[in-house]
């Protein structure tokens, strides 16, 4: 084992394979980790998470299921950990940016992904890192990843689809919001009431959204793609133009914009595509046809968005809240 993957420099250790109980959107968390852990096992790695192959070999899943082989090709690879990748990048950029400055970083959706020790190179106590997602995927993550991060790091059980999720999550300094492989499974009015919620609660000091999303062709089709068969899961909300969730809140502005185009290729009839269809003839043939469609182009949409300091006198706008 390459000596970037052994239990000591990942903390680890070695353990009895974990059973998992994941069902659903959870279980597709697998559908990233699996393809940054044969990334890592690459000759020539680009992301290069020493973790996930660590985390792959620790739990007791069956890769064989549809679920997991239709990522574990090589174009899915590409989009995932270049997907993760822009987000590093995007991540070091505001921690560069408030260098001086106390933060706050929180991630919705976290799942097994190690960025916090991707980006995190170096501690820093001014530095508020809080990873979030459903009480079984923490209670699986905190088994399988012992050892946390140096600095102010916090590991918290919410679920963002219920009301007044944020209330006990401090507000008082800039603040980075990555939701990575998550506002997909959400229906498109959670999503906007989610952002307006982000906004307006952490809008005294201002701060930064990132965020992908999938097309309006792959939510029309959702039942049809192979990683989301076997879980249950679906893709509810999608957009052709990212600079549709601008719209959610006045204070919103994009600022960088990469599509999965960028760094997939564009050979013709989906060649250079994630095979969401499946590898066999029909699915081949499904995505072919996609291709033909100008909503095909827009899958895979990696989005930064700033969001301003909210002016004082300034009226809040209506979160949507139920």
Known sequence: MPASLDSHSTGLGERPKEKIRLKGVEETLFCTLLPKARDAESPNPVLGDPYASRLIESCDVDLSRSTFQAVDNTRAIRWVVNRSMT????????????KTEPVTVLYLGCGLDCRVHRVMKHARDDVRWIDLDRPLVVDLRRRLIPQSP????????????????????????????????LFMYLTPERVETIIRELVEYFGAFGGEIFLDTVSRLYVKYTDHVELLK?????????TDDAREV???HPRLRLLEHVRSADYMGKKPFGQSQVPLFGEDAAGVLKMVLASMSSSNSAFGQNARFEFSKQEEGESKQSTGAS
Request: hydrophobic share 35%; aromatic share 14%.
């Open 246 to 248: 601008e719209r959610f």
């Open 150 to 181: 140096p600095g102010d790091y916090h590991m918290r059980t919410l679920d963002v689809t219920t009301t007044g999720w944020l209330h006990d999550i401090p507000s008082d300094r800039p603040t980075l919001i990555m939701a990575e492989g």
């Open 230 to 238: 076997a879980s249950g899961a679906k893709w509810r909300w999608g």
């Open 87 to 98: 987000f590093d990048r995007w991540c070091r950029d505001f921690l560069q940016k408030h």
